[in-house]
């Protein structure tokens, strides 16, 4: 058990990434696919994916405020405050929304690695992550069931499954990146923080992946080491985002929301 | 949002109970292709801010309906077949009246 108080400021430093990475990923996939909103396929998926969107606007939030805790940052500033370069979420989360079957794709993908993320998190030596992680699961659990529906069905359908296809290969690499090694991450397993290293998680979760697309003719994980740059590097679709995401809280910066 | 008349949709009726042993109580609607996704929305439209601790979710053509108006509604006075079509008010306080008397007075 470690509070923070008794972490060293290395580890402080390494949890702080951790937290900021995740809330992140989190963050930034929320809206993404809160662009759904009023176009998606029909009325009631509109509704599941808005909603969906909001729960992971929730965990993020969650997130910054333990990772605010931690720094004495304000978690709005955090969330709101930084430039395109500074946020650290995974490539995956760079890609604009593009069709139904990429964004499809990438939550599928998204919400299975962060499922096998949140597992090892609920096992951390850091109690306040351990219970959100706990917390989060209950609900991710739900989300990884409606993107399993979508998945199958668009999978089964040839021309569907094709666009799937596509957009799964497009997607790998960058999906890769949500298991980069974290500065740091030494000192965040050896006191328990992150109860495996990312690159053991990383495999789980390829092996779960590989008979799912197998069965489903989809193409094959491959397993490799994710881009160095897996969560620094940033694009314009991110920046764009980035713009929509700040609109409101940098109309009045001095504002309390 | 894009009107979805694909000929597999089908329209699946919510119903939801608040607590355990309340009624359960129609909420409304949701369409979807099957029950994996009519489970998924009615829970998203019924059930994601809390409000539901169990949910029924039945396809509309699986409800047998009854709206023959001369089977619910027919045309002679009913009035009597109504509780109120007996006035027992006056009969109920004269009872309670006599059950709160100490009895038959001596004489």
Request: charged residues 30%.
């Amino acid at each position: 058990m470690t509070g923070p108080d008794q972490l060293s400021p290395a580890t402080r430093e390494a949890l702080a990434e951790l937290l900021l990475s995740v809330a992140d990923d989190e963050f930034v996939i929320g809206f993404w696919d809160s662009e759904w909103t009023g176009i998606a396929p029909m009325l009631e998926e509109d509704v599941a994916t808005s909603s969906i969107s909001q729960d992971e606007i929730g965990h993020a939030k969650a997130l910054y405020e333990l990772l605010a805790a931690l720094t004495g940052a304000d978690a709005d500033a955090i969330a709101f405050g930084r430039a395109p370069d500074e946020y650290r979420h995974a490539a995956l989360m760079n890609h604009g929304r593009t069709d139904w079957a990429f964004s499809v794709a990438r939550r599928y993908l998204y919400e299975t690695a962060d499922a096998v993320r949140l597992e090892a998190l609920a096992r951390s030596s850091h109690v306040p992550l351990a219970q959100l992680a706990a917390k989060m699961r209950r609900e991710e659990r739900y989300h990884q069931m409606h993107l399993d529906a979508w998945l199958r069905r668009l999978a089964a359908n040839e021309g569907s499954r094709q666009r799937l296809a596509t957009a799964l290969e497009r997607l790998w690499p960058d999906a890769l990146a949500i298991f980069l090694p974290l500065d740091g991450e030494e000192e965040l397993v050896a006191s328990g923080i992150l109860p495996e290293p990312m690159a053991t998680l990383r495999a789980r979760w390829v092996a779960q992946l590989r008979p799912v697309m197998a069965g489903l003719h989809l193409p094959e994980p491959v397993d490799s080491a994710p881009p160095t740059d897996g969560r620094t590097r940033r694009t314009d679709d991110f920046r764009w985002l980035h713009g929509e995401f700040t609109m409101v809280a940098r109309s009045e910066e001095v504002a309390t929301w | 949002m894009v009107a979805s008349d694909a000929p597999t949709d089908r329209v699946w009726e919510v119903f939801r109970q608040e607590a355990e042993g309340d009624p359960m109580i129609h909420a409304g609607n949701v369409r979807a292709p099957d029950e994996e996704l009519a489970t998924h929305y009615a829970r998203e439209f019924y059930g994601r801010r809390q409000e539901s601790h169990r949910l029924w979710v039945v396809p509309r053509d699986a409800i047998t309906e009854l709206d023959d108006p001369d089977l619910l509604q027919p045309p002679f006075d009913r009035s009597f077949k109504r509780p109120s079509g007996y006035l027992i008010k006056h009969k109920l306080e004269a009872a309670k009246a006599r059950a709160a008397s100490p009895g038959p007075p001596n004489e």
